[in-house]
């Protein structure tokens, strides 16, 4: 027996993770997926369905209609009357293994797992070569918590029906379920390459690979199953979510920032000549490549380790007329190999791979890699340093965003131990007060080597009295020796996609204007910590703001 569509409905949940919240049964409904009933409830259901139409009939067509009847009644949850019938097919149909097979799919709906095991090991036992006895059996298996005996099922399903992509895909999840990810990866692969045309499996693949953190892949195969229904708003849905965790809505910002790409497009510009080989780490939409490819660079190599990314910068880059001149290349930086993947060392790099908080998107170990393997040793650097800046800031604004004192009439400060480490924020004019000048606490210079962990004490002067919440931070770049960037939070004529980090204070600090305040920084290579020194007649004390 095939393990195709069934006259029962739809197969048995295959759960890839843990997790068993909201998100997954939005994405299953965004892929088409039909739970099946109370028996699986804290299971996810699977995309598939498994199963020949009832064939083995029994000796007299009125046995096999009433099966028949039997079967309509299941489908149409009706279990009281289904089962009223079996028991009247008892005598006649005990050596069936489709009568075993509807007794299990009935238990398990009424929520009877030991009549259900019962019932499904008969059917098993019965047909022998039928995978799908198999499979269904190692579906209770594991809906019983069984991992072994539900893999132990699967394989033998899977040595009657090599083929069977339903099955191979239900052993990954079991797999993935007990630690072997890289096993469960590999079922899921051999699952794609069998499913052929079949919807259902590939809509379960692409699941399967989304819960194995595979989203590239998911896409990939998520293409195959829209292109065999282009009209499936459902598909297109769960398209849509797989594209949306590949690309933080941020990058829209990004691409529309005018002063950051006017900025960069002004150094690019300065630096290209009709010779230059430019590389840019990090391709995103495409942009600064073919920046640097208008400037008339002779070849621009661009990497980017999103498959998909990469596939739509490649379209883009094409779109633009610049396909003969820009490589998209989709590998990260530091995969990159001289005479496999650049012709020759670069003349300029190029990177935009700065967070909110500077270093999180790990820029200096990625340029400094580039630097070393893949620039050219007198080669340009663009940015060529950036840097960390901060003032004391307060107001209304930042301490209702990051701490609580009396509300209507109760005191709510005890709260305040769960004051976050940092808050990400776009300031607008009015919506801070600003206490202190501009403090670069850290600058980064690109084409120096061993960027190592470091931290100091700086004196911050107080330019006014009042009470001071924490810190804001903001990126300085320094893009050539002529053009720099910053997104300052004063400049509300241009406001940058970046926004600035506030670093709240464990405490509030009241200074009088003219008076010192002692900052702590510290940096490793993917994060900065920034905490006040403070003193009073009392007891000294640093509060600590780590920022992650």
Known sequence: ????????????????????????????????????????????????????????????????????????????????????????LAPRCGGRAEYFRLRGHIAMRNRDPAAALIALQRAAEL????????????EHYRMSGKPAEA????????????????????????????GQVRAALGEVDQAVAAAGDNLQALLAAALAYRDLKQADAAIRTLRRASALRPDDLKIQAFLRELYTSQVRPWHFRMMNDTARNRAYDAAIRRAVGPTTHVLEIGTGSGL??????????????????????????????????????????????????????????ADILI???????????????????ARRQLLKPNG????????????????????EAAMVDRIEGFDL?????????????????????????DVEVFRFDLMADNHRPEERRLPV??????????????????????ESFENRPTDTVTPSAWRQVFYPFTQPVALREGETLTLWAAHDLVSMAFAPIVESRQHSAISSQQGR
């Open 1 to 88: 027996m095939a393990i195709t569509n069934s006259a029962f409905g739809p197969a048995r949940g295959l759960d890839f993770t843990a997790a068993r919240d909201g998100r997954h049964r939005r994405a299953q409904a965004a892929a088409g997926v039909e739970p099946v009933g109370p028996c699986l409830i804290g299971a996810r259901p699977a995309p598939i369905t498994h199963g020949d139409r009832v064939n083995a009939s029994p000796s007299s067509d009125d046995i096999d209609s009433e099966f028949q009847k039997a079967v309509e009644h299941y489908q149409g949850n009706r279990f009281a009357e289904a089962t009223a019938l079996l028991d009247r």
């Open 127 to 138: 047909a022998p070569r039928a995978a799908v006895h198999q499979f269904e059996l190692g």
């Open 151 to 178: 893999m132990r099922q699967y394989r033998q399903a899977l040595a009657l029906e090599p083929g069977a992509a339903v099955v191979r895909i239900a052993l990954a999840g079991v797999l993935a379920l007990t």
């Open 288 to 345: 600064l490549s073919m920046m640097a490819a208008r400037a008339g660079a002779r070849l621009v190599s661009t990497c980017e380790q999103v498959e998909s990314i990469a596939e739509t910068a490649a379209e883009i880059v094409r779109r633009n007329g610049f396909g003969e001149r820009v490589k998209v290349i989709p590998k990260r930086s530091t995969q990159l190999a001289i005479g496999v993947d650049l012709p020759e060392r």
């Open 351 to 369: 990177s935009e791979i700065l967070s909110d908080k500077l270093l999180e998107e790990s820029v200096l170990s990625s340029t400094a890699h």
């Open 380 to 399: 340009v650097m663009i940015p060529r340093a950036i840097a960390a800046v901060v003032r004391l800031a307060g107001g209304d604004f930042l301490r």
């Open 413 to 437: 400060t005890p709260f305040n131990r769960f004051v976050p480490n940092s808050i990400t924020l776009s300031m607008e004019a009015g919506q801070m007060e600003s206490y202190s000048d």
């Open 461 to 482: 002067t107080a330019r006014r009295s009042g009470t001071v919440i924490g810190l804001l931070q903001w990126l300085r770049l320094e893009l050539d020796a002529v």
